[in-house]
């Protein structure tokens, strides 16, 4: 019976951790300063996001693509619910990294106005463009951006 008690209190720590963890607000220094160095595509989703959804595979190729050129695709979900985000990264898998913003600070941060939202960072950290939305003709100019930083 005590090692039961003891375990359901580990158990109870663990969990109140792991939320806690959740709700750490993103910013985006903290985001950034990790990858330091490397050229980021920063994008913004949502689940019910259509164009979001048509931007994975494109965000799937370009990090598969260029990879070994210090670049890094990093996506932040805006759903309220992680269980929406959840179930749309199984129907559209990510190869990126994914966080979570769900109570949309890092998206204030950057003034967001509208979804889906995209920035290229250069190495040093530094914005050096911003765009709304996604399309086949914003993809070549999403990609010759990037190939221009590497």
């Known amino acids: 019976m005590k ?4 375990i359901m209190t ?3 720590l663990l969990i109140t951790h792991a939320q806690a963890k959740d709700s750490i607000p993103l910013q985006y220094e903290d985001v950034i300063k ?10 913004f989703w949502a689940s019910w996001c259509t164009p979001c959804r048509k931007s994975f595979p ?5 990090q598969k693509k260029y990879a070994d050129k210090n670049f890094k695709v990093i996506s932040v979900n805006l759903d ?3 269980s929406l985000a959840k179930q749309f990264l199984l129907d559209t898998p990510a190869d990126f ?5 769900p109570k949309g ?3 204030a941060e950057l003034k967001l106005k509208g979804m889906p939202s995209s920035f290229i ?5 530094k914005v050096i463009s911003a765009h709304m939305g996604f399309t086949e003709k914003k993809k070549i100019k999403y990609e010759q951006e990037i190939q221009q930083l590497l």
């Open 10 to 12: 580990v158990l109870m």
């Open 34 to 43: 990790q990858y330091k160095g490397d050229v980021i595509y920063l994008d």
């Open 105 to 107: 600070n890092l998206a």
């Open 58 to 62: 494109w965000m799937n190729a370009m």
């Open 80 to 82: 309220a619910k992680s």
């Open 97 to 101: 990294t994914v966080l979570y913003d």
């Open 3 to 6: 090692y039961i008690a003891i």
């Open 121 to 125: 960072i250069n190495s040093e950290g």
